[in-house]
């Protein structure tokens, strides 16, 4: 099942990008994700050549089921923005247009208020944003196989676009947790045995939190 309705973009560095991938696929009002790389000067940045690029989650989210300052709530609660870490995993948030950067730099000044550490998230305007290799698309879906072929997305390249693949992306790790699931199981269009395999991850793996 896949979603048509006008989407606002966001992008994020928070580390590994793969966790990202998995939290804001399971967050209700995101309609689709993709993992790559974004933030430096050179073209054409590859997972073994980055450059002067940041490893990044892109969202595409539905601002009348979801706002940026919630997921800029997820962003600040799911990665440690004190950690000084290389430029492939450092903290990032790049704009999309006024409203993002004046609603990040306000949640800077918040979290620097809260955390003793200093805060070395940087704030930046949105560039060019480089899609990673297709195995690192849904990432963790891309572990079962069996899903995969169940859905009929073997190829990254229809995992990376899909709405249904970023959500199960984040529930076969728990993401969501399983009430979120069972709500919202009828709109995805699984069969019955499709189903039964993911909400079994999910009650697995609720609670676990974010794998890298
Ligand atoms: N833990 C992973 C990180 C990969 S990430 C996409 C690894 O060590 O390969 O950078």
Not at 118 to 139: G, L
Not at 156 to 167: F, T
Request: hydrophobic fraction near 30%; glycine fraction near 8%.
């Amino acid at each position: 099942h896949e979603v048509d309705t006008p989407t606002k973009e966001a992008t994020f560095g928070m580390a590994c990008f793969w966790a990202p991938d998995c939290l804001f696929g399971a967050t209700p009002g995101v309609i689709r994700t993709k993992v790559g790389y974004t933030g430096g000067s050179k073209g054409t940045p590859s997972y073994h050549n980055l450059s002067d690029h940041t490893e990044a989650i892109h969202i595409e989210y539905d601002p009348k089921e979801i706002d940026y300052s919630t997921l800029l709530k997820l962003f600040w609660e799911n990665h440690n923005p004190s950690a000084r870490m290389k430029l492939q995993y450092t903290s990032m948030i790049w704009y999309h247009d006024n409203e993002q950067k004046e609603l990040a730099e306000s949640t800077l000044k918040e979290q620097e208020n809260k955390h003793k550490l200093p805060i070395v998230t940087k704030i930046a305007p949105a560039s060019t944003f480089y899609d990673a290799e297709d195995y690192h698309q849904k990432y963790r879906l891309q572990g079962h196989p069996w899903l995969c072929e169940a859905i009929g997305m073997k190829s990254g390249a229809k995992l990376k676009n899909s709405h249904l693949a970023a959500r199960l992306n984040g529930y076969v790790i728990g993401c969501g947790g399983v009430n979120q699931f069972n709500a919202e199981v009828g709109k995805l269009g699984l069969d019955e045995k499709t189903a039964d395999y993911v909400r079994k991850l999910v009650i697995k793996n609720e609670g676990n939190g974010l794998t890298c």
